[in-house]
């Protein structure tokens, strides 16, 4: 792929954040749901229920194809920073939760953390 291919494909999969994703059922019929997305260059990350069969299908056959659709006013994403987390932690019985609050030094370092390092040195 030559440069300029590398920086369109890139600038379309950043600038949407929906897509249509088909997949094989196990009858060889094709199913396409859209869903949500976001990009990590060019791996894409989308959440699907895990009881569904949209998983089901990709865990049959790996084979998928999928179209990004432009953004509508309809979707944003949201970058959310927790100041207090409610846990529900029914392994110490049923509805025990704590309440976990976060500094900024909390958020920083995950943040710091989360970075990616593509030239395979660590940060």
């Keep these: 792929m030559n440069g300029r291919t590398k920086d369109l494909v890139l600038r379309v999969l950043d600038s949407h954040r929906i897509m249509a994703i088909a997949t094989n059922r196990?009858?060889?019929w094709p199913q396409v749901t859209t869903v949500g997305y976001i990009s990590d260059g060019f791996m894409l990350y989308c959440f699907v229920a895990a009881n569904s069969q949209k998983r089901a299908n990709i865990l049959l056959?790996?084979?998928?194809?999928?179209?990004?659709h432009p953004s509508s006013d309809l979707v944003s994403l949201l970058r959310l920073e927790p100041e207090i987390f409610s846990l529900l932690d029914y392994s110490k019985?049923?509805?025990?939760?704590?309440?976990i609050t976060f500094s900024d030094r909390d958020l920083?370092?995950?943040?710091?953390?989360q970075l990616h390092r593509w030239d395979g040195q660590a940060h």
Excluded: I, K, M, Y
């Design 26 to 28: 196990p009858d060889g």
């Design 61 to 68: 056959d790996a084979r998928v194809s999928a179209a990004a």
């Design 93 to 99: 019985g049923f509805g025990h939760s704590e309440l």
């Design 108 to 113: 920083d370092l995950h943040l710091a953390d």
